[in-house]
């Protein structure tokens, strides 16, 4: 059993950063892509960033310049690091890894961690 564990949410003033980690545990043979999603209520949940086990990264436009997305393979562990916090920001953010176990590749997610940006 796999598990995706996220942690760093929390509130903040405008302009402020934080950083979020995800943990991934369990029969772990490989980890592909990590990602980081988000979603507004009522509205699809949308891509933030990722990155390949190489290290590539990608960004949505929206946090291009302002989020940074990080790994470290050794602890199975991803990161986004957020600059320059706008109150549109404010959401739930999923962390998803894409995994190869003994049952096969298939993509997990966490549980979510809320992010507030507010005065």
């Known amino acids: 059993q796999v598990q995706l564990v996220e942690s760093g949410g929390g509130l903040v003033q405008p302009g402020g950063s934080l950083r979020l980690s995800c943990a991934a545990s369990?029969?772990?043979?490989?980890?592909?892509?990590m990602g980081w999603y988000r979603q507004a209520p009522g509205k699809q949940r949308e891509l933030v960033a990722t990155?390949?086990?190489?290290?590539?990264?990608n960004y949505a436009d929206s946090v291009q310049g302002r989020f940074t997305i990080s790994r470290d393979n050794a602890k199975n562990t991803v990161y986004l690091q957020m600059n320059s916090l706008k109150p549109e920001d404010t959401v739930v953010y999923y962390c998803?890894?894409?995994?190869?176990?003994?049952?096969?590749?298939?993509?997990?997610w966490g549980q979510g961690t809320q992010v507030t940006v507010s005065s």
């Open positions: 998803n890894a894409d995994i190869r176990t003994l049952r096969g590749r298939e993509v997990y």
């Open positions: 990155i390949t086990s190489g290290g590539r990264a």
């Open positions: 369990g029969s772990i043979f490989s980890i592909y892509t």
